[in-house]
């Protein structure tokens, strides 16, 4: 065991003090804010300083990641231990051994390879299995209701999110990584009421599969692989699996189209970057409406909100993210595009320029997640329904182009773009919804 994997074990037990949380009751803060005294203020030197100390603490000759990772801990047990606030000590402990015990896969897999894709596997799998059993320890040690399938959705939820975190994040940056896995664990707990374990348990395997493909076939880098798999994990569980048949369309699809004929795309100036794999960025860009539209759906259980603006919502995005994939990389590869708002030629590549058969392919994109949508979605008549999300696809595309052509570039940037343009999917969807299907 090398240095670092040392450092990272004595990180994680230091993680396994939010297990007390439910005895301590509102003293929970207390061991934590004790560790990160001892760490800034007492422990300068010796075998403790050396064990817990990173290459910058030795500078400073303080131990700062430990003080800050118990002060992360500190804030979330703050939470947790006043009664009014609905952060239960459960999943305080699983935010906390989230981080320090998934920290520890990934520097144990560091010891056996350089592989970037199995140092976030290690994280997933150690700071799920650390999640879990903090979830059902404290519950049954509290006497509450031990919910396995939720549980599990709630522990991998919260590594993937970590892991996500973790790779565009530095080292020392723990206390972020672990506030935000908390908070997130913290509202994913309260919108799953109900979930069995067959449901998770395929969500996982489809999941973790289509994630490993994504990245073998390079159509997502890391970052990219993991947040779809989380988004994808998140819409299963909250939607359903008509939901992640949408999603996964424009994943896979999009991913394809990306790659299709990337060397003559790249020869013309019009080629995804990072040759064509799909980051972070990029796929929240594409998702973040739809993710939205599925957590407000899954509230609508525990609020008097209608459900179906959200389902339309999101098959609108959804649509448009898919519509203008296509249109954008299929139209890339012809000639003499024009420009959206003057039909004037333009160079392939100019932002808001479009081509007869980038537009048509958009359409069958929008098309295929309209059809994906009537089938497996709660849109009403299926024709009527999925009608309303190629339209909505449509008008999105043609957002995302007049944007293009009149603000991108110096103003926002690409991805600002895809944003806005998958919520204008998403709010057509809903107006043309209640204009013929809900009216």
């Not at 896979?252 to 790659?259: H, R, W």
Request: proline share 4%; aromatic share 8%; with cysteine.
């Amino acid at each position: 065991m090398n240095r670092r994997t040392r450092r990272a074990a004595a990180f994680a037990a230091v993680s396994l003090l939010a297990l007390a949380a439910p005895l301590l009751g509102p003293a929970a803060p207390a061991p934590f804010a004790a560790v990160a005294i001892l760490a800034a203020f007492v422990v300068r030197e010796g075998r403790l300083f050396e064990l817990f100390a990173r290459p910058g603490d030795r500078r400073d000759r303080r131990l700062n990641g430990l003080a800050g990772f118990a002060l992360g801990a500190t804030g979330l047990a703050v939470f947790a231990s006043i009664p009014a606030v609905s952060l239960s000590p459960a999943v305080f402990a699983a935010a906390v051994l989230i981080v320090g015990v998934g920290n520890l896969g990934t520097q144990a897999a560091r010891e056996h390879t350089d592989e970037e894709f199995l140092h976030a596997t290690g994280f997933v799998l150690l700071g799920s299995i650390g999640g879990l059993l903090a979830l059902v320890a404290v519950s049954a040690g509290v006497g509450a209701s031990v919910r396995l399938p939720a549980f599990v959705f709630l522990a991998t939820s919260g590594a993937l999110a970590a892991a996500l975190l973790r790779s565009v994040l530095l080292e020392q940056d723990d206390p972020v990584v672990m506030v935000s896995v908390g908070l997130l664990c913290w509202l994913f707990a309260a919108l799953v009421v109900d979930v069995t374990l067959a449901r998770i348990g395929i969500a996982l395997a489809v999941t973790a599969a289509l994630g490993y493909v994504s990245y073998a076939l390079g159509t997502a880098s890391v970052a990219g692989m993991l947040t779809g798999v989380l988004l994808g994990l998140v819409t299963i569980v909250l939607g359903g699996f008509g939901w992640f048949a949408a999603l996964i369309a424009f994943y896979a699809v999009g991913g394809l189209a990306s790659k299709f004929r990337f060397e003559e795309k790249a020869e013309r100036g019009v080629a995804q970057e990072n040759e064509g794999a799909r980051g972070t960025g990029n796929v929240l860009a594409n998702s973040a409406v739809a993710l939205v539209a599925v957590v407000g759906y899954a509230a609508t259980d525990h609020a008097a909100m209608p459900a179906d603006p959200f389902v339309f919502a999101f098959a609108g995005a959804v649509a448009t993210a898919m519509a203008d994939t296509l249109s954008s990389e299929i139209g890339g590869l012809f000639d003499n595009p024009r420009l959206v708002t003057t039909l004037e030629r333009v160079p392939p590549g100019t932002d808001g320029a479009i081509t007869l058969q980038g537009e048509l392919a958009g359409i069958a994109g929008a098309g295929l997640v309209g059809a994906l949508a009537a089938i497996g979605m709660p849109v009403g008549d299926p024709l009527v329904g999925g009608g309303v999300v190629v339209g909505a696809g449509f008008a999105g595309m043609t957002v995302d182009s007049l944007l293009g052509a009149l603000v991108e570039g110096d103003r926002i940037g690409n991805q600002t773009v895809n944003f806005l343009a998958t919520l204008s999917g998403a709010l057509v969807a809903v107006a043309l919804a209640f204009g013929v299907v809900l009216s």
